[in-house]
């Protein structure tokens, strides 16, 4: 059983950073994507950024790109989230999820199997 934690959330003003981090536990072979994904109040979550852990390759929103980096420390079991550049649009909650596959379908939610409890990121104008 694969365990997700999350955490690094807060609130910032546009322009600022943050970091977070999803901690795993358990049984996770190389070969999972493994995604931060974001939902908005009052909208439909939507995967911000992903990563193949075999790979390494990266994926993001267009909305992020140049702007969030995703990445992970195979020693320490965590994945990364920084978020340089943020905007009130960037508000919501963030989830660190997983999958085991490629992440050929990392834009589809319905997809990853694993979630954390997500961290509350809030970006003020």
């Known amino acids: 059983q694969v365990q997700l934690v999350e955490s690094g959330g807060g609130s910032v003003q546009a322009g600022g950073s943050l970091r977070l981090s999803c901690v795993t536990s358990?049984?996770?072979?190389?070969?999972?994507?493994m995604g931060w994904i974001r939902q908005a109040p009052g909208k439909e979550r939507e995967g911000a950024a992903a990563l193949y852990v075999r790979g390494g390759n990266t994926y993001y929103h267009d909305s992020v790109k140049g702007r969030f980096t995703i990445s992970r420390d195979n020693a320490k079991n965590t994945l990364y989230l920084q978020m340089n550049s943020l905007k009130p649009e960037d508000t919501g909650m963030y989830y660190c999820?997983?999958?085991?596959?490629?992440?050929?379908?990392?834009?589809?939610?319905?997809?990853?199997?694993?979630w954390g409890q997500g961290t509350q990121v809030t970006v003020s104008s």
């Open positions: 358990g049984t996770m072979y190389s070969g999972y994507c």
């Open positions: 999820a997983a999958y085991e596959g490629t992440c050929a379908s990392w834009t589809l939610t319905r997809f990853y199997d694993y």
